[in-house]
């Protein structure tokens, strides 16, 4: 079974930018659908963005499109997610997620496996 492991949150003040990762072990990475999701604090979990197997599909939440940049590097088993010019309404726990088909989406019900998150906060 997958594992996954996030890293690379923290504290930054609004504008700034964070990277962060996420490394899986244990499986088939390269054939997995990958996601980012982050849940706020008192608020529901929510989609961010998504990626396909390849590589060759993304999607995005409207919230972080043109400002967040889903990549992911089979070789190293490792899913990347680039913020850019952040905003407070950023500020949450970042998850990423698995899922065991090559396709990517923006449904949580659709993956199968998940890491146990990284704190970002952004600073106003």
């Known amino acids: 079974q997958v594992q996954l492991v996030e890293s690379g949150g923290g504290v930054v003040q609004t504008g700034g930018s964070l990277r962060l990762s996420c490394a899986a072990s244990?499986?088939?990475?390269?054939?997995?659908?990958m996601g980012w999701f982050r849940q706020a604090q008192g608020k529901e979990r929510e989609f961010v963005a998504t990626?396909?197997?390849?590589?060759?599909?993304?999607y995005y939440a409207q919230s972080v499109k043109g400002r967040f940049t889903i990549s992911r590097e089979n070789a190293k088993n490792t899913l990347y997610l680039q913020m850019n010019s952040l905003k407070p309404e950023d500020t949450a726990v970042y998850y990423c997620?698995?899922?065991?088909?090559?396709?990517?989406?923006?449904?949580?019900?659709?993956?199968?496996?998940w890491g146990q998150g990284t704190q970002v906060t952004v600073s106003s």
């Open positions: 997620a698995a899922r065991r088909t090559r396709l990517y989406s923006g449904n949580e019900r659709d993956y199968d496996h």
């Open positions: 244990r499986g088939s990475f390269s054939t997995y659908g």
């Open positions: 990626i396909s197997a390849s590589g060759d599909s993304l």
